[in-house]
Nanobody, 124 residues
């Protein structure tokens, strides 16, 4: 089992920044892919970014490329999502997820474990 706990959400003005954290526990995550997803009210959960624990290979949705950066701290078993130049359209609940394997995965049903989510609200 893998437990994931997100933190760092909040209210920010458009153009501002936030950093989300996802603390992982429960087992060794060496062969896992970590992902961030988000879900706005009335919309489906959508892919944001992924990173592999081994090697730190990253992949981003086009909508956040150049603004968001995913990273990980292996020693702390924590994944981060640095979000810059935030827009009102980025408002959503952000979820951390994990799946076995290192292949890039952008569908939520490909992930095995999920955190409880953290709210990000961007006001104009």
């Amino acid at each position: 089992q893998v437990q994931l706990v997100e933190s760092g959400g909040g209210l920010v003005l458009a153009g501002g920044s936030l950093r989300l954290s996802c603390a992982a526990s429960g087992r060794t995550l060496g062969n896992y892919l970590m992902g961030w997803f988000r879900q706005a009210p009335g919309k489906e959960r959508e892919f944001v970014a992924t990173i592999t624990w081994i090697g730190g290979s990253t992949y981003y949705a086009d909508s956040v490329k150049g603004r968001f950066t995913i990273s990980r701290d292996n020693a702390k078993n924590t994944v981060y999502l640095q979000m810059n130049s935030l827009k009102p359209d980025d408002t959503a609940v952000y979820y951390c997820a994990a799946r076995r394997g290192l292949r890039v995965a952008v569908r939520s049903d490909e992930y095995d474990y999920w955190g409880q989510g953290t709210q990000v609200t961007v006001s104009s």
